[in-house]
């Protein structure tokens, strides 16, 4: 299976701090993005990230590719209540463009 | 610019009867992908669409289910004979491009299917 598997599966931080979430693979990949999805929503997209690139930045926003470790890390610096939300990695087929989801982070947030 | 529509939001069938889910695309968007999340768990790939063409439906369980994305319209996501197994979100996803040119797919709001 190429499915992303986050870690860990359930974070709780304080508003300000900085919430750090991994997402690891197992087969080569064009591309990995993160999803966030709030409860009982729809997903919506964060940021995508090519094989050849190592970092990228959106905002409050990081990620990080190891293509070598076949991991990802998003970062979200000065964590807010409404960053509470799961947040998934999907990776693609390497064939076509369907991706493959996680079973994602919890992210809670406390005010 | 409308995202992905997805309808209707929530629906319950009971046990035996037809579940049909419609996916409009974002304009522009010739792409369609459908997703399932059962609860607790991440989304899993069921089928990948163009227009008038399914692409890949190797996520797709071979029995009861069948997908479309006709010339006009919206694409539809068709669960015969439901079961209560069938319970989960259904996600569609759009994108422009296809093939190595990877692009980003944009999620719908979801289905929420209950079968009773």
């Known amino acids: 299976s190429q499915q992303g598997e986050e870690d860990p599966q359930a974070l709780s931080i304080q508003e300000g701090e900085n919430a750090t979430m991994n997402c690891s693979y197992k087969t080569s990949i064009n591309n990995l993005q993160w999803y966030r999805q709030n409860s009982g929503r729809g997903l919506v997209h964060l940021i995508l990230?090519?094989?050849?690139?190592r970092e990228k930045h959106s905002g409050r926003l990081r990620v990080t590719l190891d293509t070598s470790k076949k991991s990802s890390s998003l970062l979200i610096t000065a964590s807010r209540a409404a960053d509470t939300a799961s947040y998934f990695c999907?990776?693609?087929?390497?064939?076509?463009?369907?991706?493959?989801f996680g079973t994602g982070t919890s992210l809670t947030v406390i005010p | 610019n409308a995202g992905v529509m997805q309808n209707p939001r929530h629906l319950v069938r009971r046990r035996g009867q037809e579940a049909r889910l419609r996916c409009s695309p974002m304009k522009g968007h010739s792409h369609v992908y459908w997703y399932r999340q059962l609860p607790e768990e991440g989304l899993k790939f069921m089928v990948y669409?163009?227009?008038?063409?399914?692409?890949?439906e190797s996520g797709m369980p071979k029995e009861r289910f069948s997908a479309e994305f006709p010339k006009e319209g919206p694409s539809i996501l068709r669960i015969q004979q439901v079961v209560r197994g069938d319970s989960a979100a259904y996600f569609c996803a759009s994108s422009r491009t296809s093939g190595r040119a990877v692009d980003t797919q944009y999620f719908g709001p979801g289905t929420r299917l209950t079968v009773l």
């Open positions: 669409l163009q227009k008038e063409n399914i692409i890949d």
């Open positions: 990230i090519r094989s050849n690139e």
């Open positions: 999907a990776t693609d087929a390497n064939t076509g463009n369907q991706f493959y």
